[in-house]
């Protein structure tokens, strides 16, 4: 207890929440620790420890807290002959290869020294765990529990942060290449819509548009054309009429037929007038008659042009109507040929639509990583630092004085067993032993 140097022990307290926080909707990268096989964190909780005493941590606590320059890390300054005796020694451990394996630097004695005097515990099955620190100077090993716990908690910040941002460089590297995709694909679908003349209107192909429109054109006009086929079919009875029935049939409707009609009804009225007062061979009966028979000349003469027209009317719409059929045929015979093609053209539509929802896609997480960045996402929390201890850890009084006490006690013993063996013990004297004679050893043996 004298000559041990007393140690204290600093002990701070932090809290490593696993609960996923979903502050937005699509996390990149996922907050928490997550679930492993035996359930919620088991062994991501205790695989934080190894994470403390990772080399990320430890390099920037012992640079942080300048243990390079501790001597109670990196041990005090050697003599000249304590250098050479313990070269001498790893000369002879080492032979041949003495040359080769160089001295332990600082660094790799203060981090032994620091691994060795750290404690990092979890309490229970809870999520607290206690950092505890060793050290000659209770104000020393505050400072580095309170650093390691920073230095921790940096750390995982850190990581996580560079997981978000190499995500959302990753994202941001594979919009490139999926925009440049959609633009590719589109060029696709439209050079193939041009070089097989598939160009749409209003979303249907211009042969479908043509073809549509064409058959709306071809049944107005083969309406028009049953019409004046019929119209021809009626007028054309009337070149069997005489002039009197065809104009009283109503079949035609003519401005110079109803004045020829007009003039036929005054002349056969003068005529029976006359033929009232004067002889049938008049001349004036004779001049009227001519008249009457020159009107009736006209009177064909105009059903006949009437005739003729309605038979142009009709022949004029017939041909229009074998016009559009040849067209339409001809569409139909284009538009069959293009099926083919449109499967194709379907193909590579939908290859752009797929291309064009995966990029959106792409976009909306990259915009989700860039939010994710700005939003922090600690998991580890500080619950209490690490204050100077008053009364030194080690050496613990009670401990060794009992094993102190201990130890005298089985020196004594053996030190007494000891001198009891060397001073030689007292040598009893030796008993005479009787002797019997032939008669008594007779009767024993017989017995015997």
Request: proline fraction near 5%; avoid cysteine; aromatic fraction near 4%.
């Amino acid at each position: 207890i004298w000559i041990t140097p007393p140690t204290y022990r600093a002990t701070a307290e932090i809290i490593i929440d696993p609960r996923k926080r979903d502050i937005i909707d699509k996390e990149i990268v996922q907050s928490g620790l997550g679930t492993s096989s035996l359930g919620p964190d088991t062994f991501l909780l205790d695989s934080q420890v190894e994470v403390m005493l990772s080399q990320s941590v430890l390099r920037g606590l012992i640079a942080g807290t300048h243990l390079l320059s501790d001597p109670e890390f990196v041990g005090g300054p050697r003599t000249s002959f304590t250098a050479k005796a313990a070269d001498l020694v790893k000369r002879l451990i080492r032979g041949p290869q003495a040359d080769r394996i160089g001295e332990t630097s600082d660094y790799e004695r203060a981090l032994a020294v620091l691994t060795k005097r750290l404690d990092i515990k979890r309490k229970g099955n809870t999520y607290v765990f206690a950092v505890s620190m060793r050290s000659q100077d209770a104000a020393r090993a505050a400072e580095i529990a309170n650093a390691l716990v920073t230095d921790y908690i940096d750390e995982v910040n850190r990581s996580s942060r560079e997981r978000i941002q190499d995500a959302s460089r990753l994202l941001e590297t594979r919009l490139g290449e999926l925009r440049r995709s959609v633009a590719e694909s589109r060029e696709k679908v439209e050079a193939f819509r041009r070089a097989n003349g598939l160009l749409s209107v209003e979303r249907l192909p211009v042969t479908e548009q043509q073809l549509r429109d064409l058959n709306l054109q071809l049944a107005r006009v083969a309406t028009t054309a049953n019409s004046a086929r019929s119209r021809w079919e009626e007028v054309a009875k009337l070149q069997k009429m005489s002039p009197d029935v065809a104009l009283a049939s109503g079949l035609i409707e003519s401005p110079n037929l109803s004045a020829l009609r007009d003039r036929a009804a005054a002349l056969t009225l003068e005529e029976r007038s006359l033929s009232n007062q004067l002889m049938d061979r008049h001349p004036s009966i004779t001049a009227v008659r001519e008249s009457r028979a020159a009107l009736e000349r006209l009177i064909r003469a105009e059903i006949s042009r009437i005739i003729a027209r309605s038979k142009y009317e009709w022949e004029v719409a017939a041909a229009d109507e074998t016009s559009l059929r040849k067209r339409i045929a001809t569409l139909e015979t284009a538009t069959a040929k293009s099926n083919s093609a449109n499967v194709t053209l379907q193909e590579l539509q939908r290859e752009a639509d797929a291309n064009v929802a995966i990029y959106e896609q792409f976009l909306v997480r990259s915009k989700s990583a860039r939010e994710q960045i700005n939003i922090p996402s600690e998991t580890v929390g500080l619950i209490s630092k690490a204050f100077p201890p008053t009364r030194p850890s080690w050496p613990i009084e009670p401990l060794v004085l009992a094993f102190a006490a201990f130890v005298g006690l089985v020196l004594g013993l053996l030190a007494a067993i000891v001198r009891h063996a060397r001073s030689g013990a007292p040598k009893r004297p030796a008993r005479s032993k009787p002797t019997l004679s032939v008669q008594q050893a007779q009767p024993l043996a017989r017995g015997a």
